[in-house]
């Protein structure tokens, strides 16, 4: 079965950070760009980071940008996301994801349209 495992959730004061970590089971995701996606309860869910299978990184809201910092390991089959000076509205369950129809970066492909999910892992930012 293809599915990300996502890890490294958890509960941080403001201003702390944390390291997510996506590991594919199942394929290799070396070939694959890779997105991560978070949902606030009640919100949809959004597309925050993404990396092409090169290695090149988008970050899709000016609020992430230079805060977060989206890689890749393909050595280890795992993409991380680097979340530094976390607020509490990155409260939120992230999820990583690909699409094999969307093989690249773009916060136009909506979220139904990616194939294989994660559970999830949960971050919420709370002093």
Known sequence: QLQFVESGGGLVQ????????????????DYYAITW???ASGNERKAVS??????????????E???FTISRDNANN??????NSLKPED????????SFA????SR??????????????????SS
């Not at 403001?14 to 995701?29: H, K, M, Q, W």
Request: charged fraction near 10%; charge should be neutral; glycine fraction near 10%.
């Open 14 to 29: 403001p201003g702390g950070s944390l390291r997510l970590s996506c590991a594919a089971s199942g394929f290799t995701l």
């Open 37 to 39: 996606f978070r949902q």
């Open 50 to 63: 993404c990396i092409t299978n090169s290695g090149e990184p988008s970050y899709y809201a000016e609020t």
């Open 65 to 67: 940008k230079g805060r």
């Open 78 to 83: 795992t993409v991380y996301l680097q979340m």
């Open 91 to 98: 409260t939120a369950v992230y999820y990583c994801a690909t």
């Open 102 to 105: 969307h093989n690249y970066c």
């Open 108 to 125: 136009n492909v909506p979220f139904y349209e990616y194939d294989v999910w994660g559970q999830g892992t949960q971050v919420t930012v």
